[in-house]
């Protein structure tokens, strides 16, 4: 589904991502952990599509496309969507009107009729239920005052909208109380399908026990220095980040 | 004086005065018309203003008055026409000026006299000179801004409104000013009067819309007198021709306990200046004003606004937003006075903008003059960009960029829009704005 060869990005010059290779199928998860700064956000918003980065290396191929060459409107038609580790504010915008847009702008490119308002009303009700989002947030300006946690249920509730085939979750668990943490990762769940892969950012093992990957990866100074299964999580939460720091030193 | 233009449109005007005066039989003798006369002394000795006048400063009318226009023109614009127009089929108390002259064919007046008195300037003047005597020309000013001391000494048409005290109006008064340019260059000076009773509200619109290739001049004055605990919402919807001149002052006095809501939404215009006055002469008044303006092209949209606090314990706000692309120029001056006697006042502003384009600029100048210590004042303004973030975050989500831009600009307006409580003419301007947001 997902491949990424030898990818290579910088802003302003400065090199973040050194040569990342990634390899994702359909239905699998994947956790992506590493030190802060080490270039993780970086990585998503490159596969969003954020113009800000500059690719001067490798590729990425999305489903038998070249993913780099698309705009970021069209990797979320084609089956991308990015959960934000810190979901914009847009004051005056509805997250119904935001979303009505968004989803019916992607039916469209896909040559679907858009849904019309009670059909879309009917979807958003039942998606609601996955996250336990509130009517009420729904009606206001998309992400403006919400708090840290409503806004981190607000992406999964996105993401439960739009249904993609590739969800990167960049942090979805920080700022989460640990009611919300579980809610918010079982919507997680309720979402797996065999169809669908998931990238889970995180620093934290405690999300990992709700939505296990099939696969951890260390993301260490622009590179993944370390892969392995779910047991790896384990020990760089006994362990700390020092024993792969040490590890990438001594080669 | 060397800071006023000697011009054709002047001396045109000066002539159109003196034949004018020449028609009038008995009326010449009329309060309204001594106003006329001493209004035109005045303009007569003002002249048009140049950049030099510190209230003209960034709006130069040297193109204006060199310029000559028909005051007079003729359109056979009718109901065919408001169709064709797409103007929406407006309810309410819905008046036609065409040219400047009332149009009682188009017109239709649908509230009972009992909550509502309108009658076309002409017929005022002569079935309640009264009114006129006691309201008109007493606020706007004549002696110092010249284009009011035009309107007046031309004031012929337009509306004069009566709410009698008590009465709540609940359709809501639409003036339509069409100025017919497709022809000839085409000038129009509307004059209107509203009063408002004690404890009465009404809701009324003055849309302009210019048709046509010609050059346009609209030089429109707007009296409105807000009575003991009267509640009036006002809004200014404008959208003219790249070729339009349009200058207008809506002069507003509050008397105690009054409510006055002001909306100015100017989707379209080649040169528009705004004047916005409000009295507060009355304690416990509150007075809010709106305005969105998006000019585009080469466009040019200037907004005055002056709060005078002259009595205790008032509360002003006024919030002006503006998007501006290509080579369009915007200009905010907001002033705000406060009176020595009148402790107590709460006073607001801001100003907003996007500026879309490194061509396009946009002045803004608050002034605050306070005379009185126990006061709540302030006043900020920013000119920023769209914000990429938000963009991205959107188009992330499957919106393309030209619709997220649209989005966010619509989103931007928003709190003006839902400022205006007539119905029709929120949505008109709703898919007015949208259309020439995704231009
Ligand atoms: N727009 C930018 N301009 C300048 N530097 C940037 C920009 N975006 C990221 N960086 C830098 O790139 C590096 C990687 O940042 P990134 O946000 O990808 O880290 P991260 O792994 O997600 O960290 P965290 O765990 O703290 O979220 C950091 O040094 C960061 O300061
Ligand atoms: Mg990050």
């Known amino acids: 589904m997902l491949t990424i060869t030898d990818l290579k990005a910088s802003v302003d010059d400065k090199a973040i991502l050194k040569g990342i290779n990634l390899e994702i199928k359909p239905g699998e998860v994947h956790a992506i952990m590493g030190p802060n700064g080490s270039g993780k956000s970086t990585l998503a918003s490159v596969l969003a599509g954020r113009e800000e980065y500059e690719v001067t290396g490798g590729s990425v191929e999305f489903d038998g496309q070249d993913l780099l060459e698309m705009s970021p409107e069209e990797r979320a038609a084609a089956g991308i969507f990015l959960a934000f580790q810190y979901p914009v504010e847009i004051p005056g915008v509805t997250t119904i009107n935001f979303l009505k847009t968004a989803l019916n702008e992607i039916r469209k490119s896909r040559g679907e009729a858009p849904l019309d308002a009670a059909q879309f009303l009917k979807l958003m009700r039942e998606k609601a239920k996955i996250v336990n989002i509130d009517d009420a947030l729904l009606k206001r300006s998309l992400n403006e005052g919400f708090s840290g946690g409503e806004k981190k249920r607000n992406e999964i509730f996105q993401m439960a909208m739009l249904e993609p085939k590739l969800a990167i979750l960049d942090e979805t668990d920080s700022g989460l109380d640990i009611d919300a943490l579980r809610i918010v990762a079982e919507g997680v769940n309720k979402l797996r399908s065999p169809e669908r892969a998931v990238i889970v950012v995180t620093h934290y093992q405690r999300l990992l026990d709700y939505i296990v990957p099939d696969y951890v990866h260390v993301l260490y100074k622009g590179r993944i220095v370390k892969s392995g299964s779910k047991e790896l999580a384990f020990e760089l939460e006994e362990k700390g980040y020092d024993w792969i720091k040490a590890e990438v030193a001594a080669l | ?439």
């Not at chain 2, 065409?98 to 079935?127: D, H, M, T």
């Open chain 2, 1 to 439: 004086m060397s800071n006023t233009l000697n011009n054709d449109l002047k001396q045109q005007l000066v002539a159109d005065f003196q034949a004018t005066e020449s028609r009038l039989n008995g009326e010449a003798k009329t309060e309204v018309h001594q106003k006329r006369r001493e209004a035109m002394q005045r303009f007569e000795a003002l002249g048009f203003p140049t950049i030099k006048h510190e209230e003209w400063k960034y709006s130069n009318v040297n193109n204006l008055v060199k310029q000559t226009f028909d005051f007079n023109v003729k359109s056979d614009f009718g109901a065919n026409d408001v169709e064709t127009l797409e103007i929406p089929n407006l309810q309410g108390n819905v008046l036609y000026f065409v040219n400047g002259k009332y149009n009682a064919e188009l017109s239709s007046i649908v509230s009972p006299e009992s909550q509502l008195q309108i009658l076309n300037f002409g017929r005022a003047v002569k079935e309640n000179p009264e009114l006129l005597a006691t309201y008109f020309a007493h606020y706007a000013n004549y002696q110092d801004d010249a284009f009011t001391a035009l309107n007046t000494a031309f004031a012929h048409d337009g509306v004069v409104v009566h709410v009698p005290a008590g009465k709540i109006v609940e359709e809501p008064i639409i003036l339509r000013f069409i100025t017919d340019a497709r022809t000839v260059n085409a000038a129009s000076q509307p004059r209107n009067l509203i009063v408002v009773g004690k404890n009465a509200e009404v809701k009324m619109a003055e849309a302009f819309r210019t048709l046509g290739d010609n050059g346009s001049f609209t030089n429109v004055v707007t009296e409105i007198v807000v009575e003991e605990n009267a509640n009036v919402q006002y809004y200014k919807v404008q959208n003219e021709t790249e070729k339009a001149y349009h200058i207008g002052t809506t002069q507003v006095i509050q008397k105690d306990k009054s409510h006055f809501y002001a909306v100015t939404v100017t989707v379209n215009g080649g040169f528009v200046r705004n004047n916005l006055n409000i009295v507060l002469d009355g304690q416990h008044c509150e007075s809010f004003m709106y305005g969105l303006y998006f000019p585009n092209g080469k466009q040019h949209v200037d907004n005055h606004t002056l709060v005078d606090h002259a009595k205790p314990n008032s509360y002003s706000n006024e919030l002006y937003k503006g998007i501006l692309k290509d080579k369009s120029t915007g200009v905010f001056n907001g002033k705000i006075f406060v009176r020595e006697y009148a402790s107590k006042t709460n006073a607001y502003q801001s100003c907003r903008n996007v500026v879309l384009s490194d061509e396009a600029s946009m002045n803004t100048k608050p002034q605050l003059e306070i005379y009185n210590d126990d006061v709540k004042c302030s006043h900020g303004t920013t000119t920023g960009k769209l914000n990429d973030e938000a963009i991205f975050y959107m188009r992330s989500r499957g919106i393309p960029q030209a619709e997220a831009v649209t989005l966010l600009m619509y989103a931007f307006c928003e709190d003006v829009i839902s400022q205006i409580k007539i119905e029709s003419i929120r949505e008109y301007l709703s898919g007015l704005i949208v259309e020439k947001l995704a231009q």
